[in-house]
């Protein structure tokens, strides 16, 4: 079992630097669970927690149930796979693996089983007797996860270990490693900042800004739904556009352009007629075109990249520069285009708090 609870977490350094604001999350045995969010926004920090390697200022950390706050790493059944591997370079392969085992003064003939079982999950026979400085990085990391592995922990911590392996590598190590763990179903804590690693490997996706909890949810949970403006810009590629504007009789108003708002829409909004408010729309929900007409918003092509099976349109709207996703380009830079947006796929935020006031969710499921 390795149910982990995080009940109030505060961690508080020396100096007075608040880094952990009351971290409260429970993780289901078994489960995939993925902190992510820009650098210094305390995800690490977290993990070292959980792992014993940080002193825990405030609150409450369970594993199946029990109080590990001042419980050293050594006995808290818990694995932590490295970003820098932290493989031992004057042993062999088969050392490192092992050594876990070793420290816990195993016998040599459970030590050997083990370190070939887990060597054939890992895909790692071959090179038992090399040492590390003779692996690539990517055998490397397979290395590190077969000595945490050996070790039948409860948990998996990962602090961004795909970071140091090249575009491809880091493609083909990622499906690795959702399938190893699905295999093993032991509950692993991911942490990266790359959002694109967390929507393609999480069960769940913890977002963190600044030590604190932005959302909680699954992949399609925080793409379709953010609670924020933080969330919906970080999460997605390309990002989200974000447009200020005002409500005005039932309209959306940003600049000489005019959006009409659906009865429901305008009713949800009703509180901010008069006042300023936020749109924002993902780049693959609008449509471009060369002819106007009925909704369309004319605007100027900027620039344009091609990525193999789209493009990525880079438009003036006024003083704003949109992206829109689209399957072709329909004029050349510099050249007048229309650009329409469905208005039930716009999310709609609060540009004060920053808070997601309204989006059309019945439509979302249905898409």
Request: net charge negative; glycine share 8%; charged share 25%.
């Amino acid at each position: 079992m390795g149910a982990i609870q995080f009940k109030k977490i505060n961690k508080v350094y020396p100096n007075g630097f608040h880094a952990i604001h009351d971290f409260d999350l429970d993780i289901a045995d078994g489960e995939f669970i993925v902190f992510v969010g820009p650098s210094g926004c305390g995800k690490s920090t977290v993990l070292r927690m959980l792992a014993g390697l940080e002193k825990i200022s405030g609150g409450d950390l369970l594993l199946d149930g029990k109080r590990i706050n001042e419980k050293p790493p050594v006995e808290r059944d818990i694995a932590m796979v490295f970003q820098d591997y932290a493989l031992y370079g004057n042993m062999s392969v088969y050392d490192n693996v092992g050594m876990s085992l070793r420290v816990r003064h195993a016998k040599q003939t459970d030590i050997y089983d083990k370190v070939m079982q887990t060597s054939e999950i890992v895909d790692i026979l071959p090179y038992l007797k090399r040492l590390p400085g003779q692996l690539s990085g990517g055998q490397k990391q397979r290395v590190s996860l077969g000595r945490a592995i050996v070790r039948e922990p409860k948990v998996f911590l990962m602090d961004e270990p795909l970071s140091n392996l090249d575009a491809k590598l880091r493609n083909s190590t990622r499906v690795e490693l959702i399938q190893l763990q699905r295999k093993l179903r032991i509950t692993t804590v991911y942490v990266t900042h790359d959002q694109m690693e967390a929507m393609t490997m999480a069960d769940r996706m913890v977002v963190m800004k600044d030590g604190v909890i932005q959302q909680v949810g699954t992949t399609m949970e925080i793409y379709n739904e953010p609670n924020n403006m933080f969330v919906a810009g970080f999460i997605g590629t390309p990002p989200i556009n974000f447009i200020e504007g005002a409500i005005a009789e039932d309209v959306f108003v940003f600049e000489n352009y005019r959006m009409p708002l659906d009865q429901i829409t305008a009713a949800a909004l009703a509180r901010y007629e008069g006042k300023k408010i936020t749109i924002g729309i993902r780049p693959e929900t609008m449509s471009v075109s060369s002819q106007g007409g009925s909704g369309a918003l004319e605007g100027k092509l900027d620039s344009s990249e091609y990525l193999g099976n789209y493009y990525l349109l880079h438009i003036l709207l006024g003083n704003h520069n949109i992206t829109c996703r689209t399957e072709h380009a329909p004029v050349k830079t510099g050249e007048t285009l229309f650009v329409r947006m469905d208005m039930k796929k716009v999310y709609f935020f609060d540009p004060d708090t920053t808070v997601m006031v309204f989006h059309a969710k019945e439509e979302n499921k249905h898409e």
